[in-house]
C-alpha cells in the first residue's frame, strides 16, 4: 500500500503548501534588484545607447583601445571628485569650491615633492590639506548658517586667487616623478591599463559601500530628507553636513594627486575645468537635487558619460562644435528620464 503521506513529504514540488502565499511582485530577487537600483541602471541604459551610436557612426576608430585608454587615464580624476559629490547633495547641500580645493591641494603636494621629499608623504600632505579645507568650507556653511551655493562659490574665487598671488601663475614641472614608487603604484600601466583607474574604481567601491552600507551613508540620507527628524533620531545634523564637506575635500585632494601625476606637472589653474563636467555627472548619474536620496554608482556612470562625450563627438567625425551641443542634449535627457523616473525610486 502507497502512504500518500510519505509521498507528499518526499515530493513536496507535487503539491503546494496551502499556507504558503505566493511572492509579491516587488519580493522577487530579480525584481527587487531593479526596483532598488533603476537610478544608476538608468543612467548605465544612456551610457550604452551613446557608445552604440557612436561606434555605429565610426566603427574603425572605436575599436581602437587607445581611444579607451586615453579616456580611462583622465576619467578617475572626475571620479575622486563624483564619488564624494554625492553625499554632499545628498545632505541638501551644493559644493562649489572642491575646483579650488583640488588646486590648492595637489599645489601642496607638489611644493613638498619639488622640495625633494618622499611623494607619499607629499600625498598625506595633499590630503590633510584637502580635509582641512573641507572642515573650514563646512564649518562656514554649517555654523555661520550660511548658503552653501554662495559661500563655497565665494571659497572658490578666494582659494584660486590666493594660490595665483602666492605663485604668479607659475606652474611647477616635477620631472623626476616617474622615477618614484608612487607614480608606479599609482599612475603606471598594468597590461595596457592605466592604473589610476583601479584606484579611481576602488575609491567608488568604497564610496559606494560607506554610502549604502555604513551608519554615515544613512545620516547623510536622512539628514538630506528631513533634518527635524533626524534630529528627533538623535542624528547631529550639523556634524553629518560638516563631515560630508571633509570627505569632499579628502575626495578633491586625491584628484588634485593623481592630475599632477598624469602630467608631471602642477598648474595654477588646476582643477578649474572640472566645476561643470562634475556636477553634470553627478546629476546625470540620478542623484536629484533635493536631497535625500542618490547613487554613487550612477554618478560614476555620469561621470563616464560626460568624459566619453567630446572624444566621441570628435571620433564620430563632427568637429569640435558639436561637443557642447551634445553635452546639453545628453543632460536634458538623462535628466527627463530621471524624473519620469523619480516617483518610483523615490
Known sequence: MIDFAETSDLGGSMSADPQQEPLHPAERPLRRFLLGNR?????LGVFVTMM??????????????????SVLTTLPVALFLTAPLVYIVTAGEIDLSFPATMGFASWVFALVVQAGFDPFLAIVAAIVVGMALG????????????????????????????????????????VTLGQTWAYKLFSSQIYGVPAQILWGLAFVAFCALLYNRHRFGVQVHVVGDNPDSAREMGVDVNRVRVKAFVFMGLGAALAGVFS????????????????????????VGGTPTWGGIGTVVGGAIGALIVSFIQTGVVGAGLSGFYVQFFNGLIIILSLLGHRWNQSRYR
Open 260 to 283: 599632477t601625476m598624469i602630467n608631471f606637472t602642477w598648474w595654477p589653474t588646476s582643477g578649474d575645468g572640472y566645476l561643470l563636467p562634475v556636477l553634470a555627472s553627478v546629476f
Open 135 to 174: 572642515l573650514l568650507v563646512g564649518s562656514l556653511v554649517v555654523y555661520a548658517n550660511l548658503s552653501s551655493l554662495v559661500a563655497t562659490l565665494g571659497m572658490n574665487f578666494m582659494l584660486r586667487g590666493l594660490i595665483l598671488i602666492v605663485t604668479q601663475s607659475k606652474s611647477i614641472a616635477l
Open 52 to 69: 552604440a551610436i557612436f561606434i555605429a557612426a565610426n566603427p574603425r576608430v572605436f575599436s581602437n583601445w587607445g581611444l579607451y585608454a
Open 39 to 43: 537610478a544608476w541602471l538608468g543612467t
